[in-house]
């Protein structure tokens, strides 16, 4: 290629002449604008973050409203089984919004897939361990992934993974129990 006959394109700052300009001191409500206009695109990104997993969580309760009509009687009624769901979901969705705004999910690409694991097997869980009669540790072991992985990233976002590890192991233990029940009688 012919690079004599190349032209550098220019835009219109480049052809005025450059005037120095004093130091720009910086006032308190410059610096509370920024700070402002910081917090506000993390507020909308916390949102986001929020709102998936528990939108997603919305959706497999409305597909899933109930446990099958065989399944016995559990000790934990389905209203207290799908609560519990929207605010493990919840809570998951601001541990990886705190991973995510820390740095987490770009320095260890594993964790996007313990996490995107535990939206899944939340997602599954109705349909796997209420139709299926599966046991639903899974979701206990992902869970535990994404505590030591979050953990290693952020300290907040790790204790905050363990009410959710909690809560999956409480939904695994009753479930084996009623599994149980129905197996003896």
Not at 18 to 40: F, L, N, Q
Not at 91 to 116: N, Q, S, T
Not at 145 to 155: D, G, I
Request: glycine letters at 10%.
């Amino acid at each position: 290629m012919d690079t004599q006959n190349l032209t550098h394109r220019t835009s219109p700052q480049e052809n005025e002449p450059t005037t120095i300009s004093p130091t720009r001191v910086d006032t308190d409500t410059d610096r509370k604008a920024r700070r402002t206009g910081i917090a506000t695109r993390g507020l909308k990104t916390m949102s986001i973050a929020i709102s998936i997993p528990l939108l997603l969580t919305l959706t497999n309760i409305y597909l899933n409203p109930n446990k099958p009509a065989n399944k016995p009687v559990s000790i934990l009624p389905i209203w207290t089984v799908h609560m519990g769901c929207l605010g493990s979901s919840a809570l998951m969705g601001l541990c990886g919004w705190i991973v995510w705004a820390e740095g987490g999910f770009h320095r260890k690409p594993d964790i996007v897939g313990f996490y995107l694991g535990h939206i899944g097997l939340g997602l599954l869980w109705d349909p796997v361990v209420f139709r299926f009669e599966a046991h639903g540790l899974g979701l206990c072991y992902v869970l535990g992934q994404c505590y030591r992985s979050f953990k290693e990233v952020s300290k907040v976002a790790g204790d905050l993974v363990l009410p959710c590890l909690g809560w999956a192991g409480l939904l695994a233990f009753v479930n084996l129990k009623s599994l149980l029940t129905s197996n003896m009688g």
